[in-house]
């Protein structure tokens, strides 16, 4: 593809980064305030990204991400991961903390997050409380609420092998629901199929169990009274971000965050390659600055194999030239729109800039290679 390092280019070591940082954005070596300033509950949420499967870790079916999200709120966790409104109360009285939701399904939506109707669909919450007495005060509250929605109807069932997992099912309608304590947290399953065989519901709730209880084992929560602690951005990824100004940044899942591989998973139209893809080439993490990406890898072999791989499964994208004098840079353009992508490698790291135009797109590509060269 144009823009990679052919012979005659100049390599990274031969390059004057002093040359490039007149394109307006800062490009020099720059630290984020090593504390959360108030968002440390957030980052943790941010961190609890790696504590959830990706759903086609438990069915290799279930390959169609629907995105994954911190919940920072209890209105998040009623109003956008759409557990039901009854565990308002006891996540309010139970002092929850801070969340992250994955939602995964066999097809996909037929419009902006609206479900096709013949698809199955498992929806995983990861709900953080401040103690293990009170994950298991909620977990018992979350489901005997639910439950008592359709107190006539509604039918508990039992996994041997997770003892501790309350669900229920209403044999009538094609869904599950699971509240499981873990240590400090609740799993919050939500399945729906196509029709309300129980042996398929409950063989879904086993394998995603199966796949997300060794998540959680594996995940150190961060101490209740260490939360405000967290460091703001503790490998430099987001300071090797660009972002047209560094003032006023706070950790934002959205707009400034900060995560370990499973968000690049999490939202992928085939999780299963996307997986892979970061498997290959050892992305351990990423950072997203409003239209900006960051992305670690082993080594800058990954690092371009990535970029090729990132590539390969997007759709109606043309290639472009590459900004002149910058190795190891691709770039592309939307076939039936004028959006602008460049991918800049540089060592282990992948920094990924967007625009309207081609002109803006070399620009912020020429400054993201200044910036990771000026970031060592």
């Known amino acids: 593809m144009a823009g990679c390092a052919q012979e005659g280019t100049p390599t990274a070591a031969e390059i004057d980064v002093r040359t490039l940082d007149s394109s307006g954005y800062p490009v020099d070596r720059y630290t984020y305030d090593r504390t959360a300033n108030g968002g440390g509950t957030v980052l943790e949420g941010m961190r609890m990204a790696d504590a959830v499967v990706p759903t086609v870790r438990a069915d290799s079916t279930l390959k169609v991400g629907r995105g994954g999200i911190v919940l920072n709120s209890v209105d998040d966790v009623i109003d956008v991961s759409h557990l039901s409104s009854t565990a308002r109360p006891v996540l309010?009285?139970?002092?929850?903390?801070?969340?992250?939701?994955?939602?995964?399904?066999?097809?996909?939506?037929?419009?902006?997050?609206?479900?096709?109707?013949?698809?199955?669909?498992?929806?995983?919450?990861?709900?953080?409380?401040?103690?293990?007495?009170?994950?298991?005060?909620?977990?018992?509250?979350?489901?005997?609420?639910?439950?008592?929605?359709?107190?006539?109807?509604?039918?508990?069932?039992?996994?041997?092998?997770?003892?501790?997992?309350?669900?229920?099912?209403?044999?009538?309608?094609?869904?599950?629901?699971?509240?499981?304590?873990?240590?400090?947290?609740?799993?919050?399953?939500?399945?729906?199929?196509?029709?309300?065989?129980?042996?398929?519901?409950?063989?879904?709730?086993?394998?995603?169990?199966?796949?997300?209880?060794?998540?959680?084992?594996?995940?150190?929560?961060?101490?209740?009274?260490?939360?405000?602690?967290?460091?703001?951005?503790?490998?430099?990824?987001?300071?090797?971000?660009?972002?047209?100004?560094?003032?006023?940044?706070?950790?934002?899942?959205?707009?400034?965050?900060?995560?370990?591989p499973n968000m690049l998973v999490h939202a992928a139209n085939d999780q299963g390659v996307r997986q892979r893809l970061v498997d290959s080439t050892g992305m351990d993490l990423m950072a997203n600055a409003g239209d900006g990406y960051m992305f670690r890898t082993t080594d800058q072999k990954a690092g371009n194999d990535l970029v090729s791989g990132l590539i390969a499964i997007l759709e109606g994208v043309e290639n472009g030239p590459a900004p002149d004098g910058i190795p190891d840079s691709k770039c592309i353009h939307n076939s039936k729109n004028t959006a602008y992508r460049c991918y800049v490698v540089y060592k282990r790291y992948v920094g990924v800039v967007n625009a309207d135009n081609e002109t803006d797109a070399h620009k912020m590509a020429t400054a993201q290679y200044a910036l990771l060269a000026n970031s060592l």
Do not use: C
């Not at 005997?144 to 109807?153: E, G």
């Not at 409950?202 to 199966?210: E, I, W």
């Not at 929560?221 to 987001?238: E, V, W």
């Open 92 to 260: 309010e009285n139970r002092g929850f903390m801070v969340g992250f939701a994955t939602s995964g399904a066999d097809k996909p939506d037929i419009a902006e997050d609206k479900v096709d109707p013949s698809a199955t669909t498992v929806t995983i919450r990861l709900l953080r409380f401040p103690s293990e007495d009170a994950a298991k005060l909620a977990a018992r509250e979350i489901a005997d609420a639910d439950f008592n929605v359709a107190l006539d109807q509604n039918r508990k069932l039992t996994l041997a092998e997770y003892p501790d997992a309350l669900i229920h099912w209403r044999p009538t309608v094609p869904t599950i629901g699971v509240a499981m304590p873990r240590k400090e947290f609740v799993i919050s399953l939500f399945i729906v199929r196509t029709t309300p065989d129980q042996t398929q519901l409950m063989s879904l709730v086993k394998k995603t169990l199966d796949a997300e209880v060794p998540a959680v084992d594996a995940f150190t929560p961060t101490p209740k009274d260490s939360i405000a602690q967290l460091p703001f951005d503790p490998d430099r990824m987001l300071a090797r971000t660009l972002v047209d100004s560094r003032d006023n940044r706070t950790p934002d899942a959205d707009a400034f965050g900060y995560f370990g």
